[in-house]
């Protein structure tokens, strides 16, 4: 009856633009039961036609029929479940997995099938085969611990397992010694006798000697399909299992009916009849041999190839843990590194908020005589009505504070300093700077706004200058000349970005500047122009101009001049109102509310210019946030780099 059947089948491999014509039209028929060598020089395409013989590849064109079916253009699923039922593979080099117990590597294949037979029924049938071959003292062996005779008879074992009808063999004997090679022979001789088609390449004309029929393929055709009428046949008589060959394990319980014990219990039935059957049969080496405990409890719970991976991973502890580690440390870093960059943004965030990233800067308009601009805050417009609008009326605005400058010297006992900045402002700066904690005493009050009180909160490098180790607190110093008690130490801040030592400041009342000290006050604005009670101002100023009176080189204007030429009405200005905006994103929405309503305070019409200007730090934000994101970007490359190493370098 015919099992295999090829027509005209050609196989092309393409390399890259190059075609390369393997099998140029090969047509054959197989008997069941045939025991075929093919034979040919090397690189006639011998492997080829194995290989698609074995539905391992598909030919290019022509047809394949096996068992009445033609496989030959199938998918590769559909060719898997052919090559499950029908075929069993033995190689030249083995193909076993290393580290794997003979056992393991012959039921290897079942996890493959689409229905396993159970675990248990499985590796009796695994032990009976290894028994067959002649392993049976070799079962828990892997195969770097096995010769190379017996690790073909484990790959003979293993491509039984499944009952195939067709065994094909890729030059079974080539890796083995000539006595060895006798042996494999034989048992594939046996096999052929119980049925089984065998199909096996060799360059060796004795191995041809024991088959049927001998195809020989040059260049891609068969030239020569020859009939072995006078097979050597290598086990004695027709017994199928020779007395004293290897097999004998087996054969002395084959109970007389000539069918080898491997056989006696097919794979795929009920357990139960199975297990009657093999209480009959099953040779008492095989009852000694266990079943590992550890897997056929699992067995029950997980499908083959899970099993599988599991054996996998226990056979190579140090590899899989090696390999887990490396994942695992990738992953944690990929983990860390986007937790840091985003830590360090917000960090930045926070930093670039101490730095006023969310404050705005209120300046008085630029005035312009004859033509000569003087810049911005050379007209005084602001008053410290508009700070107090500003937090009263601007939703996106957190608070204000309005700043009056002066620059100068200051005295305590016999020590001088001249600090950076002399600042008058109200309570609300400490918040609009983010510098609410300070070293030692308060913050002056609102209170002493209002009565412009001298006193005093100072910085960190004043208290150094002037106090060395003293607690200045409730000390006196004197600005110009003038008294202040200090009542706070600001805590430290360090440089800004500019490198400038935000330390070297004295902050006081900014009513008390203004007209205490730095003397352009309305009243003295008022006075100098009026000339009345001007000099009595200045004579608190200072002490340095002891006769202010002897210098005036003018004559006071007449009551008639003075009443000729009315003085615009003054008020009090400020030169910047500091604003805090209650977050970085809604600065503009800051600017905009401050801006309509400075306006609308200072009676500003539609089609006239503002006459104060309103400056932020977006610039500086912008590059803060490029930057951080930037940091974000490179760290997560490193840890994707450390990942992939991790997890597939390994
Ligand atoms: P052999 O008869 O010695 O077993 P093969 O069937 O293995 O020869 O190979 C036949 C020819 O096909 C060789 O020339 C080989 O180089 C070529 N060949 C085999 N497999 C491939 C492939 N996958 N891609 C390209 N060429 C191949
Ligand atoms: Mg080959």
Same mark, same amino acid.
Request: net charge positive; glycine share 8%; aromatic share 4%.
């Given at each position: 009856m015919e099992l295999i059947r ?22 054959f028929s197989i008997q069941r039961g045939e025991m075929v060598a093919i034979v040919g ?5 011998k492997?080829?036609l194995m290989?698609?013989l ?34 069993g593979?033995v ?41 067959r071959v ?18 073909q008879r484990?790959?003979i074992?293993?491509s039984l397992?499944?009952?195939p009808q067709v065994l094909l063999a890729d030059e079974p004997t080539g890796?083995l010694?000539s006595k060895t090679g006798v042996e494999i022979l034989r048992m594939f001789q046996e096999l052929n006798a119980e049925g089984i088609t065998i199909i096996l390449v060799t360059h060796d004309p004795s191995v041809t000697a024991c088959a049927h029929r001998m195809i020989r393929l040059?260049?891609?055709?068969v030239v020569e399909d020859v009939r072995n009428e006078r097979q050597r046949i290598l086990f004695s008589g027709h017994e199928p299992v020779g007395i004293g060959s290897p097999l004998?394990?087996?054969s ?6 000539g069918h080898p014990?491997?056989l ?85 965030? /926070? !930093?670039? %908020?101490? =730095? ?5 800067? *209120?300046?008085? $308009? ?6 000569? &601009? ?23 605005? /957190? !608070?204000? %504070?309005? =700043? ?5 010297? *200051?005295?305590? $006992? ?6 950076? &900045? ?229």
């Amino acid at each position: 009856m015919e099992l295999i059947r090829v027509e005209n089948i050609t196989k092309t491999y393409r390399v890259g633009e190059i075609e390369f014509p393997v099998l140029k039209g090969v047509s054959f028929s197989i008997q069941r039961g045939e025991m075929v060598a093919i034979v040919g020089s090397s690189g006639s395409g011998k492997s080829t036609l194995m290989n698609s013989l074995g539905c391992l590849d598909r030919p290019t064109s022509g047809e394949y029929w096996l068992d009445g079916r033609e496989v030959g253009q199938l998918d590769r699923t559909q060719r898997a479940l052919v090559r499950v039922a029908k075929l069993g593979f033995v190689f030249q080099n083995f193909n076993l997995l290393a580290r794997t117990t003979a056992v393991n590597n012959v039921l290897m294949p079942l996890d493959y099938a689409p229905d396993h037979p159970g675990f248990a029924l499985a590796h009796r049938r695994a032990v009976e085969l290894l028994t067959r071959v002649g392993l049976n003292d070799r079962l828990g062996y892997v195969p770097s611990k096995m010769s190379g005779g017996q690790q073909q008879r484990v790959a003979i074992a293993r491509s039984l397992i499944n009952h195939p009808q067709v065994l094909l063999a890729d030059e079974p004997t080539g890796n083995l010694d000539s006595k060895t090679g006798v042996e494999i022979l034989r048992m594939f001789q046996e096999l052929n006798a119980e049925g089984i088609t065998i199909i096996l390449v060799t360059h060796d004309p004795s191995v041809t000697a024991c088959a049927h029929r001998m195809i020989r393929l040059e260049d891609g055709l068969v030239v020569e399909d020859v009939r072995n009428e006078r097979q050597r046949i290598l086990f004695s008589g027709h017994e199928p299992v020779g007395i004293g060959s290897p097999l004998s394990t087996a054969s002395s319980d084959t109970g007389g009916d000539g069918h080898p014990v491997a056989l006696a219990v097919p794979l795929r039935t009920k357990p139960r009849e199975a297990a009657a059957r093999r209480t009959s049969v099953t040779p008492a080496a095989i009852l000694d041999v266990p079943a590992p405990r550890r897997l056929t409890r699992v067995a029950h719970w997980f499908p083959a190839p899970f099993r599988t991976a599991i054996g996998a991973v226990r056979r190579n502890k140090m590899r899989s843990a090696l390999t887990t580690l490396g994942v695992v440390i990738g992953v944690a870093a990929v983990v860390a590194m986007v937790e840091i960059s985003q830590g360090s943004r917000n960090s930045l965030m /926070q !930093t670039m %908020a101490t =730095m006023g990233a969310h404050t705005l800067m *209120v300046q008085s $308009g630029a005035a312009t005589s004859g033509g000569v &601009n003087f810049g911005f805050g050379s007209e005084k417009t602001l008053t410290p009505g508009d700070a107090d609008s500003i937090i009263r009326d601007c939703p996106a605005v /957190q !608070t204000a %504070a309005p =700043m009056v400058y002066t620059q100068g010297q *200051v005295v305590r $006992g016999n020590r001088n300093w001249v600090p950076m &900045n002399i600042y008058g402002t109200s309570p609300p700066y400490l918040e609009v700077r983010d510098w609410t904690t300070l070293r030692e005493g308060e913050m002056f009050t609102s209170r002493d706004v209002r009565s412009a009180n001298k006193v005093c909160v100072i910085g960190e490098t004043i208290a150094r200058e002037l106090f060395d180790d003293q607690s200045p607190l409730g000390q006196d110093l004197r600005i110009k000349n003038v008294s202040f008690r200090v009542v706070g130490v600001l805590s430290r801040k360090g440089a800004n970005m500019m490198g400038v030592d935000q330390d070297d400041v004295i902050l006081a009342p900014w009513t008390t500047i203004k007209y205490r000290i730095s003397s352009t006050n309305a009243a003295t604005d008022a006075a100098a122009a009026t000339g009345s009670s001007g000099g009595k101002n200045k004579e608190v100023n200072t002490l340095s101009e002891l006769y202010p009176e002897a210098t005036s080189r003018y004559p006071a204007p007449s009551s008639t001049q003075a009443a000729n030429t009315p003085q615009p009405v003054r008020f009090t200005n400020v030169d910047r109102i500091m604003v805090k905006a209650r977050s970085a994103e809604i600065v503009e929405q800051a600017i905009a509310q401050i801006t309509a309503l400075l306006r609308d305070r200072h009676r500003i019409r539609d089609e006239t210019d503002d006459d104060f200007n309103i400056r932020n730090n977006a610039e500086m934000m912008k590059a803060m946030g490029s930057m951080s994101s930037m940091m974000g970007t490179l760290l997560l490359i490193v840890a994707l780099i450390s990942l992939v190493v991790g997890g597939v370098g390994i």
